[in-house]
Each structure stands twice: as structure tokens, then as C-alpha cells.
């Protein structure tokens, strides 16, 4: 079982395009990157648990729903009459998506450590707003460290949200301490610059590989996506062409394909032996035909397996 943490929120999407000088009407669709992750993860056909904290008003309900559509496991999931936290997403004229972020006293800060995560847990997934909005974050990093200790597989996806980030350079340092508890870590070419502070991105890779992760995997929008190992491995695939709606869910479909496919080459086993180039090509080229399939509908609507060939 591949085990999600992290926030579920609701994205508030533009219906389409407004006249001038008025608002878009506005379609509440359920989000946020680890929930996308992982109801990817259960379409794709991994077995997969979602571990969080949802709201028990009408928002939350609407996103546990959607989670045992999709053949999650909920049994991680704890409750509470807090507000889902709701992020108002903006798209622009290449498909771009940017949001803000109302968060205050939402029912995913307040995530607990759960005691223990299922017996068949393999692998364990975090990212984005969970990791920084407190007292969750604090919850979630607690939980990498157990579980990497472990020896579960990890995978972090800061999937950056700089307008939650009172402290960028307390971040970065947090995010530095979080390496040496990850195994894979995948991030997009626009936070890896905002997490090294500078465009020197392999040299960042390299450091970043140095304190932990066996893997860094880059996504490069339309260019496709480049997997740095610690053996020395530099492998790059280039990005399915297809029209993009919009990109929402797009990264997370990645981190989800990623993961799906790592486990078929049995790289989430205790064994772990490396992959060579040609599985990482085999696992990049998939992740990159997974995120198309997402980036060409609206809103976080990741493919089904069979949908992938």
C-alpha cells in the first residue's frame, strides 16, 4: 500500500472567462496536492491510503466521497467540525494555474500522528501546504522521520506556496532538514529555484541528493521531466505534446505515475535496488503521459490506468 499525507482543500476554479471588469463565477473542485496524489495513485491502481484531516461540513464530506469513488483507503483519515480549507485558483492565458488560500482555524492544521500506519505500507508520499501551516506541518514532519526510520520509502513534493510562507529562509532550512527522512524527491523546476535561491539547478540537485534522497526528479512543464540519482545517473524525457486546459493536478498526477511505476519495478520493495536508465526512462515517460492526460481537462481530473495503455 502506498500511504498519502497531507491536506484536502477545496479549489475554486473559474467556470470561464468574465467580462470585463467582473468576476468569474466560480466551481468549488476537490484538491489540494496530496489529495490529488493520491486519488491518482488509486485510479492509476495502487492500492493507496489517504492520512489527514477533513472537515465534517459539506466540503469535507464532498472530498471523502470523492476518496472512496476512487477505492482509497479512509481508515487514516480524522475528522472535525473545523472549515475545509479553500483556494481560489486563477488560470491564465497558457493554462497556468496560481491561487490564494484561505486557511485560517481549517480542520488539516490540526492533524495528529496517527500510531501506526497499515502493516503493508510500502511507501509514504508528502507535500505542499501541510508542510507548512502549523500545527500540522509539525504533525507531518514527525510522521516522515517515523516512517523513514522505518525503512518505508519516502517521497516529498514541496510543491512550493510562496504566499504561505511567512519565512522563506526558515523554510528552506526546514526543507534541508527534511532530506536526509526522503528517498525520492520531486519538485518542479519554479520550486526548485525558489528552494535553491538561485537558477543553478543540477548544482542544487547535486547538494540536495548528497544530504539524502537516492532520486531528484525535475518536472519541466511542456519540456518534460529529468531524474538525478545518487549514482550519478542523469536521465531526461521530453513532455507529451497535447492542449492544455489548464495545468491544475498536474504535478500531482507526477508524483502519483512516479510512485505507481517505481512500484512496478519493484523499486518500494526493502531491497531497493537502483533502477538503471532505462527503467528511470520507463518511469519518466509515463509520468510525462499521465500528466498530459490531466493537463488536457479541466480542474484535477488525473487519468485512469487504462487510459495510459
Known sequence: MIVVAGEALIDLVPAGPAAEDELPA???KRGGGPYNTAVALGRLGSPTAFCSRLSTDHF??????????DGIDTSLVQRGDEPTTLAVAHIAADGSASYSFHVEGAADRLFEVPDALPESTRAISFGTCSLVLEPGASAYEELLRRESGRGTFTALDPNIRAGLIADPDAYRARFRAWLPYVSLLKLSEEDAVWLAGS???????????????????LTRGGDGLTALTREGDRI???????????TIGAGDTVNAALLHRLDSHGALTPARTPLDADQWRDVLRYAARAAAVTCSRAGAEPPYRAELG
Open 236 to 246: 531526461s524525457v521530453p513532455g507529451e505534446r497535447v492542449d492544455v486546459v489548464d
Open 26 to 28: 466560480l466551481l468549488p
Open 199 to 217: 537558477d543553478d539547478l543540477l548544482g542544487a540537485a547535486e547538494e540536495w541528493l548528497a544530504l539524502g534522497p537516492a532520486a531528484v526528479v
Open 60 to 69: 469535507g464530506t464532498a472530498l471523502l466521497g470523492g476518496l472512496t469513488a
